[in-house]
């Protein structure tokens, strides 16, 4: 079991970064696979960045590609999403999401593939 808290979201101008972390708690957090996914007004939950449970392997939503980047400190217990260069377009409510894996270096993109999400947290962005 894996409990997840998401911390950092905010209202911030086009341009502008912010840093969001997702807390975690639970005995299977250092062999989870993480990922972040946002969902926009009016729009289905998407994919925006995925990490290993080894942190070697990432991948990105090519929409965020070059502008954010995901981390992991096991011994924090949290996975971090760093967002520079933000566009109106990112603004969406951001979900942490955590799946135990018996593979290092896998990270998994699919919804589906998660078993664990935290709440979210709102991430506007202005003109």
């Known amino acids: 079991q894996v409990q997840l808290v998401e911390s950092g979201g905010g209202l911030v101008q086009a341009g502008g970064s912010l840093r969001l972390s997702c807390a975690a708690s639970g005995r299977t957090f250092s062999s989870s696979a993480m990922g972040w996914f946002r969902q926009a007004p009016g729009k289905e939950r998407e994919f925006v960045a995925a990490?290993?449970?080894?942190?070697?392997?990432?991948s990105y939503a090519d929409s965020v590609k070059g502008r954010f980047t995901i981390s992991r400190d096991d011994a924090k217990r949290t996975v971090n999403l760093q967002m520079n260069s933000l566009k109106p377009e990112d603004t969406a409510v951001y979900y942490c999401?955590?799946?135990?894996?018996?593979?290092?270096?896998?990270?998994?993109?699919?919804?589906?593939?998660?078993?664990?999400w935290g709440q979210g947290t709102q991430v506007t962005v202005s003109s």
């Open positions: 999401a955590a799946v135990y894996s018996d593979t290092s270096h896998w990270y998994y993109t699919a919804q589906h593939e998660y078993d664990y």
């Open positions: 990490i290993s449970w080894s942190g070697g392997s990432t």
